[in-house]
């Protein structure tokens, strides 16, 4: 079975660019949210999804956004990028909150 | 808002010693728990999990009780490996208002040593 797969691994852009990364769920699982990991704000809950509506978001300014596709795939997006977003990004996947998250390896995102 | 807080560490121990990562949780109700572990270089992998007050979550060693009296769900293991050496978080339900996500806590780095 496969598991969580996000693309790319790596990334570097420069600042005031926009990046968009995808995340491809475990098949059967609707519920797709996505993460940012920092090593001062530590994990940060970005956004989470279920068949292609938003239903839940942190606080995050409006630059970074999301959308998830029918086949449950989902991308995020972060606009005007600045230094702080340097982060792993992380997107988990799930049929339900209490069954728990698989999540994926991450993007690892550098912005100079 | 709901939130999670826990020792950060790192918590260094020897191969065998038992381990005690302390977590205590603030949230409206009886939210389900959980805690998740992230070995170097990947993301993070479902530990174990209590959805109602008073249950025990194990897996590989490792247990937590749900405590509503004192608000925690702390980690133990009572014989650590070298191969336990990770970053755990402790996390609950987002408090959003919307129906899926996760709190995390800042994490704790084990360190295990042979």
Partial sequence: KAGVTQT???????????????????????????????????????????SETQRNKGNFPGRFSGRQFSNSRS???????????????????STGLNYGYTFGSGTRLTVV | GDSVTQMEGPVTLSEEAFLTINCTYTATGYPSLFWYVQYPGEGLQLLLKATKADDKGSNKGFEATYRKETTSFHLEKGSVQVSDSAV????????GGGADGLTFGKGTHLIIQP
């Fill in chain 1, 8 to 50: 790319p691994r790596y990334l570097i852009k420069t600042r005031g660019q926009q990046v968009t990364l995808s995340c491809s769920p475990i098949s059967g699982h609707r519920s797709v949210s996505w993460y940012q990991q920092t090593p001062g704000q530590g994990l940060q809950f970005l956004f989470e999804y279920f």
């Fill in chain 1, 75 to 93: 991308e995020m997006n972060v606009s005007t990028l600045e230094l702080g977003d340097s982060a792993l990004y992380l997107c988990a996947s």
């Fill in chain 2, 88 to 95: 755990y978080f402790c996390a609950l339900p987002y408090s």
